[in-house]
């Protein structure tokens, strides 16, 4: 069965993310997956004893934002799961694309105040993932 693998983080922009996703796993009769990274480098410098704590609080959240991503899609009729993972955005998600044999990855738009950019992910992340997995990468 083909694979959609859907980055979402959450919040308002996640959710068009998440709906088009669906819609594209509808239209090709695929299996949907949504993927959240928890990525807590950022605290290392700050808070280095509480980062592993800080950590598993993320991926907790990340998880209950995935169940309620797949509860969507499943009532749109499209069979969907969900993983969490730790770390590096990019290193994780081609690793998940890789897993799971990906022929799609959806990453959402960037939010207006994000410090990544839509030149960013269209220009050099998305080509990145692409040599990387082999998977086409949808900005939305």
Do not use: W
């Not at 980055?7 to 299996?31: D, F, P, Y």
């Not at 990525?39 to 808070?47: A, K, P, Q, S």
């Amino acid at each position: 069965m083909d694979v959609i693998l859907c980055a979402t983080r959450g919040g308002e922009a996640s959710v068009h993310t998440q709906e088009r996703a669906i819609e594209l796993a509808k239209e090709r009769n695929a299996k949907l997956v949504f993927i959240f990274v928890a990525d807590v480098r950022f605290l290392e410098g700050f808070t280095a004893p509480r980062v592993p704590a800080m950590e598993g609080e993320m991926e907790r959240l990340g998880e209950f934002l995935l169940l309620v991503a797949k509860e969507r899609a499943e009532k749109a009729g499209v069979e969907a799961d969900y993983i969490v993972r730790s770390g590096d955005f990019k290193t994780a998600l081609v690793e998940a694309a890789k897993e799971l044999n990906a022929s799609l990855i959806v990453l959402g738009h960037p939010a207006d105040n994000s410090l990544t950019t839509i030149e960013y992910l269209e220009n050099k992340l998305a080509p990145a993932i692409e040599e990387e997995t082999g998977s086409k990468v949808l900005v939305v």
